[in-house]
């Protein structure tokens, strides 16, 4: 959990008050398989009272000054599909009731952080993407003597192993340095182990042909039981830390930062954030990546980037 941030010793005066109950129509989703792009169709939330979203503003701001997570910024309506998921998790009725439980339980904390947490990803996830970074960002690569890629928002690792991989195969790995970075610490735990199951390695298979292999895909793991166990050789030069997109700043210089599927969860504000801190991370003439629904348009940066890949979302910084 991340460092609690110092209070300013005011206490809201105590009050008895109705709850908003939960939307009778909400589906529950598995926060491990939840991806808001593609959401079934299906019944959708009734909108919010004036006491929903009270509630709602009451329990980001506790989970911020009490845990440091900060989730005020986030976009409101996955946001709130979000919570009320995790109520009924929970076997709650309201968002109050998920509050109380949130500040006086860790674990409650940590299962909330998963469910708000965006942590869909795949191996090779949209393969013409990683065929024009192949394409088009290797050769700009080639002539640096070391690089720096920060993968912001890793989740379990798949994006982030992938990358290995590619490089290996362009004979780059060993002059790079991958940082991966998310700030869920339960999910870092899982990319640092580079552990998967064994039946979606088949769908990992496919993506990994169809974006430009040049090897077998199942050389770079062992199979045992029901798991894929990647080979140690690819975490070589990757480095797992904690941050926080949301609070923290830069902490290198950058040839290239992806950041695929992660600041479509943020509102107008949040997005311009990180957009500053992605531009002041990366060095000229260095190498952005975001992903498909997400754009530079009317962020703080749009005019200094050119488009590499319209499709794939690929930006270079120019140097001015």
């Not at 998963?114 to 993407?129: E, G």
Request: aromatic share 10%.
């Amino acid at each position: 959990m991340a460092n609690t941030p110092p209070k300013d010793g005011r206490e809201p005066a105590a009050r008895t008050a109705p709850h908003a109950a939960a939307p009778a129509d909400e589906p529950l989703i598995d926060p491990q398989n939840l991806d808001d792009l593609e959401l079934p169709a299906g019944p959708s939330l009734r909108p919010a009272s004036d006491l929903e979203r009270l509630e709602i503003d009451l329990m980001l701001e506790g989970v911020y000054r009490h845990y440091g997570f900060d989730f005020r910024n986030y976009a409101r309506a996955s946001l709130r599909r979000r919570l009320w998921n995790q109520v009924r998790a929970e076997k709650l009725t309201t968002i109050s009731a998920l509050l109380d439980r949130v500040l006086h339980d860790v674990d409650c904390m940590e299962r909330l952080l998963l469910m708000l947490s965006v942590n869909v990803t795949a191996m090779y996830r949209d393969p013409t993407f990683f065929r024009a970074f192949r394409e088009q960002v290797v050769p700009l690569l080639r002539s640096h003597p070391f690089v720096r890629i920060w993968h912001a928002g890793c989740s379990t690792g798949e994006e982030v192993y992938s990358m290995a991989i590619l490089l290996e195969e362009e004979g780059l790995y060993d002059r790079c340095r991958l940082y991966a970075t998310d700030m869920n610490e339960a999910v870092l735990r899982r990319a640092q182990a580079g552990i998967f199951p064994i039946e979606v390695m088949q769908e990992y298979t496919a993506n990994y042909l169809r974006s430009g292999a040049r090897e077998q895909f199942s050389r770079y793991y062992t199979a045992r039981y029901d798991h894929a166990i990647f080979k140690q050789s690819l975490k070589r030069n990757i480095v797992f830390s904690h941050h926080n997109l949301v609070t923290d700043g830069s902490f290198n210089e950058f040839h290239v930062i992806i950041c695929r599927n992660v600041m479509i969860y943020f509102n107008e504000q949040l997005q311009s954030r990180v957009h500053r801190l992605f531009y002041e991370s990366l060095r000229r003439f260095g190498v952005l990546a975001l992903g498909r629904k997400e754009s530079m348009a009317g962020t703080p940066h749009q005019h200094d980037y050119e488009e590499l890949n319209t499709a794939e979302k690929l930006f270079r910084r120019r140097g001015a």
